[in-house]
């Protein structure tokens, strides 16, 4: 079980939180110029790093507020927490 | 060699010490034509059938740790076909006809024991998708059917169906058809014939990085040096992405933990294989006698091989409920591997837009029932450089097209 600290609520357990995926997604400003491959990339294609993962959760048994964590997906440790519309604490990571 | 009950008799006597080796364990050669990267069960497959169907036998398949020790080894064994749409249900049927004949078509006993498999509802949208997919199912020819309560009952007597559940059984599709394998059986059997017949298998060499001249694949940088290629398949389930990745490309993939765990051995009692989608745990009985358990994915993704307590709670909460006799029973070992999960829960078997550069990724939490039919149809694509019919479907493509094969429902396990 992840110990996920929330920047609204602080350190809570996982139960808590849903994961949403790959955080810091831009939705296209011109929708209707997206050629199909753009698109597919929008919405189906995925960073999936073996390594420190940028990505969205909600505090869904909380404060029910999304936010952005960097968490490395082999040793789960969570490297930074950080607000939706905040930049991400420099940690070296892509 | 051939295995046979003369075989064992004779090794019987002379105490079992001279049994050949079931495979070589060669260096590996300069170049290839084709290399597989990924030993487990559909590496393994495709290289047979490569070997075996297209007379292709200059082959490597190179595995980073042991034969079957990712998912193959991990996976709770359930073999079915009854899945919604045509695609998948042509896809999925063809490897149930492969494992029907594969313990005579390897001379390798994979215990494929066709006990059949129950999907429970527990609400009415349940029994409308349930009732769906088992008239779909038999308009392909599948023997998938509706249960009722007293149906089910029937089948599975041990299973709670009193209304008084908090989610009562309502029905289940039923497909007698379907069960389980012995999962390492399958890679070593067809390690063993793919290496009769030429192929090389390499354990402990993880590959690097993948070489390009321009847009075509040239070979793979590997822990034990450079092995050129002609043609290069990626079979590595959750480490997919990361191998694509080497090549410049970027897939619809989420690797993420999906637990099991086994109870201690007992008696046979319960004698299908139950999945239950809406309170969600499945369940079968081992030839050994114990209970192997299992549910959906963890929600993050991950390549740790564990996954958190909490999941494994819910399941065995799910368990009790639909198998009160089990309450007493206790847990021996729980383990996770790393699944590719597709946003539409069907697979990608598929050239790359590199070429010479094929992948068969995505199975999710699925892959185990595929093993052969996902072999045979990928061996295809990598001989001709060009789909069978039957995985034309599952290309990198459709995410592009928009044609998705969407079969979360007959996944049967929470993405």
Same mark, same amino acid.
């Given at each position: 079980?992840l110990?996920i600290?929330?920047?609204?609520?602080?350190?809570?357990?996982e139960?808590?939180f849903h994961c949403g995926g790959q955080a810091?997604?831009?939705?296209?400003?011109?929708? /209707?110029?997206?050629?199909? /491959?753009?698109?597919?990339?929008?919405?189906?294609?995925?960073?999936?790093?073996?390594?420190?993962f940028?990505e969205r959760w909600v505090?869904s /048994?909380?404060?029910?507020?999304?936010?952005?964590v960097?968490r490395?997906?082999?040793?789960?440790?969570?490297?930074?927490?950080?607000?939706?519309?905040?930049?991400?604490?420099?940690?070296? /990571?892509? | 060699?051939?295995?046979?009950?003369?075989?064992?008799?004779?090794?019987?006597?002379?105490?079992?010490?001279?049994?050949?080796?079931?495979?070589?364990?060669?260096?590996?050669?300069?170049?290839?034509?084709?290399?597989?990267?990924?030993?487990?069960?559909?590496?393994?497959?495709?290289?047979?059938?490569?070997?075996?169907?297209?007379? %292709?036998?200059?082959?490597?398949?190179?595995?980073?740790?042991? $034969?079957?020790?990712?998912?193959?080894?991990?996976?709770?064994?359930?073999?079915?076909?009854?899945?919604?749409?045509?695609?998948?249900?042509?896809?999925?049927?063809?490897?149930?006809? $492969?494992?029907?004949?594969? =313990?005579?078509?390897?001379?390798?006993?994979?215990?494929?024991?066709?006990?059949?498999?129950?999907?429970?509802?527990?609400?009415?949208?349940?029994?409308?998708?349930?009732?769906?997919?088992?008239?779909?199912?038999?308009?392909?020819? %599948?023997?998938?059917?509706?249960?009722?309560?007293?149906?089910?009952?029937?089948?599975?007597?041990?299973?709670?169906?009193?209304?008084?559940?908090?989610?009562?059984?309502?029905?289940?599709?039923?497909?007698?058809?379907?069960?389980?394998?012995?999962?390492?059986?399958?890679?070593?059997?067809?390690?063993?014939?793919?290496?009769?017949?030429?192929?090389?298998?390499?354990?402990?060499?993880?590959?690097?990085? %993948?070489?390009?001249?321009?847009?075509?694949?040239?070979?793979?940088?590997?822990?034990?040096?450079?092995?050129?290629?002609?043609?290069?398949?990626?079979?590595?389930?959750?480490?997919?992405?990361? $191998?694509?990745?080497?090549?410049?490309?970027?897939?619809?993939?989420a690797?993420h933990?999906?637990?099991?765990?086994? =109870?201690?051995?007992?008696?046979?009692?319960?004698?299908?294989?139950?999945?239950?989608?809406?309170?969600?745990?499945?369940?079968?009985?081992?030839?050994?006698?114990?209970?192997?358990?299992?549910?959906?994915?963890d929600g993050y993704n991950s390549?740790?091989?564990?996954?958190?307590?909490?999941?494994?709670?819910?399941?065995?909460?799910?368990? %009790?409920? $639909?198998?009160?006799?089990?309450?007493?029973?206790?847990?021996?070992? =729980?383990?996770?591997?790393?699944?590719?999960?597709?946003?539409?829960?069907?697979?990608?078997?598929?050239?790359?837009?590199?070429?010479?550069?094929?992948?068969?990724?995505?199975?999710?939490?699925?892959?185990?029932?595929?093993?052969?039919?996902?072999?045979?149809?990928?061996?295809?694509?990598?001989?001709?450089?060009?789909?069978?019919?039957?995985?034309?479907?599952? =290309?990198?493509?459709?995410?592009?097209?928009?044609?998705?094969?969407?079969?979360?429902?007959?996944?049967?396990?929470?993405?």
């Amino acid at each position: 079980m992840l110990r996920i600290p929330c920047p609204w609520c602080g350190p809570r357990e996982e139960i808590e939180f849903h994961c949403g995926g790959q955080a810091h997604i831009a939705r296209p400003c011109d929708p /209707a110029a997206l050629t199909a /491959a753009e698109w597919a990339d929008y919405l189906f294609m995925r960073d999936n790093p073996k390594g420190v993962f940028a990505e969205r959760w909600v505090h869904s /048994a909380g404060c029910r507020r999304w936010f952005n964590v960097r968490r490395h997906t082999v040793t789960h440790e969570i490297v930074a927490v950080y607000r939706i519309g905040e930049q991400p604490p420099p940690d070296g /990571a892509s | 060699m051939k295995y046979s009950a003369f075989s064992i008799a004779r090794n019987a006597l002379t105490g079992h010490r001279h049994w050949p080796r079931q495979w070589r364990s060669p260096a590996p050669q300069p170049r290839y034509d084709v290399v597989i990267v990924g030993g487990g069960g559909h590496g393994l497959a495709s290289a047979y059938y490569l070997a075996k169907e297209h007379g %292709i036998t200059n082959v490597a398949v190179l595995e980073k740790g042991w $034969l079957g020790g990712g998912n193959t080894g991990r996976n709770t064994t359930i073999v079915r076909s009854n899945y919604l749409l045509d695609e998948s249900a042509a896809l999925y049927e063809h490897s149930l006809q $492969l494992w029907e004949g594969l =313990s005579r078509e390897l001379n390798y006993n994979v215990m494929f024991s066709q006990r059949g498999v129950l999907n429970l509802a527990h609400n009415t949208g349940d029994v409308r998708a349930g009732r769906r997919r088992a008239e779909a199912n038999r308009l392909n020819g %599948i023997d998938s059917h509706w249960l009722d309560t007293a149906g089910v009952a029937k089948v599975c007597p041990i299973l709670n169906t009193s209304p008084s559940l908090r989610y009562p059984v309502l029905g289940s599709t039923f497909q007698p058809r379907g069960g389980v394998a012995r999962h390492d059986a399958v890679a070593w059997g067809y390690a063993r014939g793919a290496d009769a017949r030429g192929v090389d298998i390499i354990q402990n060499c993880e590959v690097t990085g %993948i070489r390009r001249d321009g847009n075509a694949v040239t070979g793979v940088e590997t822990s034990r040096g450079f092995i050129g290629a002609g043609k290069v398949a990626l079979v590595a389930a959750g480490h997919s992405s990361v $191998l694509a990745a080497m090549a410049g490309l970027r897939l619809p993939l989420a690797s993420h933990p999906l637990q099991a765990l086994v =109870s201690e051995p007992v008696k046979p009692v319960l004698h299908n294989v139950v999945m239950s989608g809406a309170i969600h745990v499945y369940v079968s009985q081992s030839d050994k006698g114990e209970l192997v358990i299992g549910a959906g994915i963890d929600g993050y993704n991950s390549y740790a091989q564990r996954g958190s307590f909490h999941v494994i709670e819910g399941q065995m909460a799910a368990l %009790i409920e $639909l198998f009160p006799i089990f309450s007493r029973l206790r847990m021996l070992r =729980s383990w996770g591997g790393i699944v590719d999960v597709c946003p539409d829960a069907s697979p990608i078997i598929s050239k790359t837009p590199v070429d010479g550069l094929y992948i068969n990724a995505g199975w999710g939490t699925g892959g185990f029932k595929a093993t052969p039919g996902s072999g045979h149809v990928f061996a295809h694509t990598i001989a001709r450089d060009e789909p069978h019919p039957l995985n034309a479907p599952f =290309s990198l493509a459709r995410f592009t097209s928009g044609a998705l094969i969407d079969e979360h429902g007959a996944a049967a396990v929470a993405h």
